[in-house]
């Protein structure tokens, strides 16, 4: 039976009188081993993990551990037994934990450990029990007992960790970059190690080769180097989990095979709850949905008497529970069926979709699968053809459509599944060509500078050995949402009342060009500054007239008015027909052509265009926003030209304050997108708002937390296409 995926670690941290001592300047011993602690058990909290965890302290005034007999095993003191860790503890650790003014020999509180893991997890199974001792080993030690404790640390299989404030051959006087070997950090109160140091790295070095000879020493860190490593959070753990199913090609083909999620998004977990302010508990927060009628009484309806309505057009159909299970997608279960072989060269990279990758392999038993699949992998990889392959994960889910890549390693073989997309998935654009205008054509010079730069900054370098190294591994970068969102969860914790600390600097640079990259792309940088020069385009006043400055009259302005839009309407427009109301085919165009022309009042057809736009806005689509946010940028364009801004802002504002009620709130998104706001005096004259008063419209207000959508009126019929016949 294969071991629980589990561990038990004991931290074991000196907080005697010597760790308290310091060189001016310089951080103390104790604070910085406070520091490695806090950030062990940061990781442990957020891994999401079973690992239990203890703490044991030596050094302190009091003395609490079972072994403190007859005299032995004082200033040890057990401060949690193995659980799990929690905020809690980090708050002890912030708040309680002081250095203490006596001293204990660190192979007491060895022995203290390995006998608080044994007895803690006897009759319990963990994969790994570990022993992590911070230390600056300036403590009178006894090396009596140190063979036994050996013996007995490889007969529980306990592994050790030892984390000083120097580096481990600093007896040895070599500077390996430790705390306390380099200029920048000199040794122990900058006078090297004491005797007690130097007797007790001895005894470290004897008992970490003698636990493992190879890599012992790998396993002593400086404290400075600790608090690197894990100042980045430890990702969240996933178990494998298999997906079996059965690969057919066919009617009479069949295969088993085994899944697994090789490249999956990994999200959050979401463990936000709403709680009360004051108590902090989401138990005294009740939630209740009501269902009213948009009518004056706002009439309370019970949620047996409602059903789903699915809005088309402007009618909502209404579909029962039962509508919707028989509109479900009814499989037969799990499925990966063959429906054909292409070429991989016609599978392009760009089409791979979904959020997850696909291993599929033979299970491990079945020896027969095994072959199957290898000569179906072996042939796929030979001709350099891919399955084109039918996926459903159960029968609740509905199918997908992706190709089979074949994957052959040194160690395993297997296929990479990646979904395809269907044809309402793909998002066809054009655009012109910019090889037939010669004023985009680049020059030679140009295309140089260009290839320089790119090949300034490629991320793969030839290594010694004429391999290819990659210098910036995506996949050992971590998260930084995540690296920053447990930062803040953990100083929120211990610190309740205290703002949130400034992004760590080491997180930053994860994301920064490397720096070797850096150096090479300066030189082809300046050239691409030489051969693309920017100039800043300053507009032309328009020269002033003698009519502009004494004026002239209205006639002069409707002339220009009149000579400025004529360019904009052809015969072919005209030829259509008079336009005599603002229609919804284009509302936008139907309304410059009423104000261009004079057809109607100004006035009427303002109202006959915000009429059009309220219908647009009662069919929650993105398709109707658009076509909204055009109709808003032709009435302010004909307000300003006209010198009318009231009725515009009066609309804007009335539409601003429905945005709420109405849950407009993606479309108010678009329309702040486009910079739509009210018209200003510096626009119109005769305008009532001013230039900040514009510029601040636009800030929403606070969304409500959840907001009832009302039943809206029918919002009429929005394909009056009869009307143009």
């Known amino acids: 039976m294969a071991r629980a995926s589990k561990s038990a670690l004991v931290l074991c941290m000196d907080v005697g009188f010597s760790m308290s001592n310091s060189v001016p300047g310089q951080e103390a011993p104790f604070e910085r081993a406070k520091k490695v602690i806090q950030k062990f058990i940061q990781r442990q909290v957020f891994a999401e993990n079973k690992d ?330 030979s001709l350099k053809m891919v399955a084109i392959v039918r996926y459903a994960y159960d029968r609740r889910s509905n199918p997908q459509v992706g190709a089979a890549f074949p994957c052959i390693k040194e160690k395993y073989e297997c296929l990479l599944y990646v979904q395809l997309p269907y044809m309402e998935d793909l998002r066809q654009f054009i655009f012109p060509s910019l090889e037939n205008n010669k004023k985009f054509a680049p020059s030679e010079a140009q295309l140089s500078a260009v290839d320089s730069l790119i090949n300034s900054m ?103 008015l009149k000579l400025a839009e004529e360019d904009k309407f052809n015969l072919a427009e005209i030829s259509e027909g008079n336009v005599t109301s603002v229609g919804s085919v284009n509302p936008a165009k139907d309304f410059r052509t009423l104000i261009q022309y004079k057809t109607i009042p100004y006035d009427q057809a303002c109202e006959q265009l915000t009429h059009r736009m309220e219908q647009l806005l009662g069919n929650r689509s993105t398709d109707y926003y658009m076509k909204t946010i055009t109709c808003i940028q032709a009435f302010r364009e004909q307000s300003v030209k006209v010198s009318n801004a009231e009725v515009f802002n009066s609309y804007m504002q009335s539409l601003k304050k429905s945005v709420p009620d109405r849950s407009l709130q993606e479309f108010w998104d678009l329309l702040v997108q486009d910079a739509l706001t009210l018209i200003s005096k510096d626009e119109v004259e005769s305008s009532t708002v001013s230039k900040q008063e514009a510029d601040q419209f636009l800030m929403s207000e606070e969304k409500e937390e959840e907001a009832v959508i009302p039943i809206q009126d029918d919002a009429g019929d929005v394909d009056d296409l009869l009307d143009m016949m």
């Open 52 to 381: 239990e965890l203890a703490l044991v302290l030596f050094g302190t005034d009091e003395t609490k551990n079972p072994l403190a007999q007859d005299g032995q095993y004082q200033n040890i003191c057990v401060h949690r037994h193995l659980m799990l860790p929690d905020f809690e503890l980090l708050e002890e650790i912030e708040n309680q934990l002081q250095p203490g003014s006596q001293h204990a020999d660190w192979l007491d509180a060895l022995v203290v450990c390995m006998d608080l893991l044994q007895k803690e997890t006897m009759g319990k199974k963990y994969e790994r029990l570990n022993i992590a001792l911070l230390t600056d080993l300036n403590t009178p030690t006894c090396a009596d007992q140190l063979d036994v404790i050996i013996t007995n640390l490889k007969k529980a299989g306990i592994t050790l960790q030892f984390f000083l404030p120097f580096p481990v051959d600093a007896d040895e006087g070599a500077d390996r970059g430790g705390d306390a070997a380099s200029p920048r950090h000199p040794p122990h109160r900058g006078k090297g190690l004491s005797r007690e140091q130097k007797q007790g790295l001895e005894m470290v070095k004897q008992v970490m080769t003698a636990v493992d000879e190879e890599d012992g020493l790998d396993e002593v860190y400086t404290f400075s180097k600790a608090v690197e490593k894990l100042s980045i959070f430890k990702r969240i753990e996933r178990r494998p989990m298999a997906w079996p199913c059965q690969l057919t090609i066919g009617s009479s083909l069949s295969i088993r095979i085994v899944g697994y999620k090789a490249v999956c998004e990994e999200k959050l977990k979401k463990t936000w709850a709403v709680v009360d302010a004051e108590s902090h508990q989401k138990d005294d927060v009740k939630r209740e949905t009501v269902y009213c009628l948009s009518d004056d009484n706002e009439t309370e309806v019970q949620k047996d008497d409602t059903i789903q309505g699915f809005r088309y057009g402007s009618d909502i159909v209404p579909f029962s529970k039962v509508d919707q299970d028989q509109m479900k997608y009814k499989s037969d279960g799990k499925s990966f069926a063959v429906l054909g072989f292409a070429k991989q060269e016609l599978i392009n990279r760009h089409q791979f979709m979904g959020n997850q990758v696909i291993k599929v392999f033979a299970p491990r038993e079945d020896e027969h699968a095994a072959v199957a699949l290898s000569a179906l992998i072996h042939a796929l990889d």
């Open 458 to 560: 490629m991320l793969v370098e030839e290594g010694e050995d004429g391999k290819k190294e990659d210098i910036f591994k995506v996949n050992h970068i971590s998260n930084p949402q995540f690296q920053r969102m447990f930062q803040c969860l953990h100083h929120r914790g211990v610190n309740p009342g205290a703002p949130l600390p400034p992004v760590d600097p080491w997180l930053k640079r994860k994301l920064d060009r490397p720096e070797a990259v850096l150096a090479r792309c300066q030189g082809p940088l300046q050239e691409m500054k030489k051969c693309f020069p920017l100039k800043e385009v300053v507009r032309k006043k328009e020269q002033k007239t003698s009519a502009d400055v004494f004026g002239n009259g209205e006639e002069p302005n409707a002339k220009k």
